[in-house]
């Protein structure tokens, strides 16, 4: 296994055993839910949004060790950020996970960049982006639950 690979299994490990802002957030101005109805993950997201800005954010639900760890590593990454800058975030982490595995891992991303790992197991990228769909939903202020499966016709 490599250093990477070893350094993705053990952050990955220890954000599902202590997730980090696991909790409600009272007074939350939005939230949102998601669901994998492959797997069964499901997550809340709570945010605290004041100008554009995310004061305070956190989250409940149930997954696996991949969304779980993906939202506690979201929600310490999105705290302090305008919709925008989290907009820009989404973006650059959803291409992380999507892109080829012999595509450079971007510098500019800190933690998340452990998520490197997923995109060789496509199966579990929307295990790592339910939390972020659910946190764009929140921002949006719409309160639909989102999925990462697309409805059937």
């Not at 055993?17 to 997201?45: I, K, M, W, Y």
């Not at 907009?87 to 452990?114: C, K, N, Y």
Request: net charge negative.
């Amino acid at each position: 296994m490599s250093e990477f690979s070893d350094l993705y299994q053990e952050v990955l490990l220890d954000h599902n055993r202590s997730p980090r802002n696991f909790r409600a957030l009272p007074g939350a101005s939005r939230r949102a839910e998601g669901f994998n109805p492959l797997c069964g993950d499901r997550v809340t997201v709570f945010l605290d949004l004041a100008g554009g800005r995310v004061r305070d954010v956190a989250f409940q639900g149930s997954g696996c060790a991949i969304s779980t760890a993906a939202a506690s590593i979201m929600t310490d990454a999105v705290k302090g950020k305008t919709t925008e800058e989290i907009a820009s975030l989404f973006a650059r982490f959803h291409g992380l996970v999507t892109s080829e595995p012999q595509v450079p891992v971007p510098s500019d991303l800190g933690r998340l960049s452990i998520f490197a790992g997923v995109r060789e197991f496509p199966v579990r990228v929307k295990c790592a982006t339910l939390p972020w769909h659910a946190l764009r939903s929140a921002i949006e202020g719409t309160g639909e639950p989102v999925s990462t499966e697309e409805p059937e016709d």
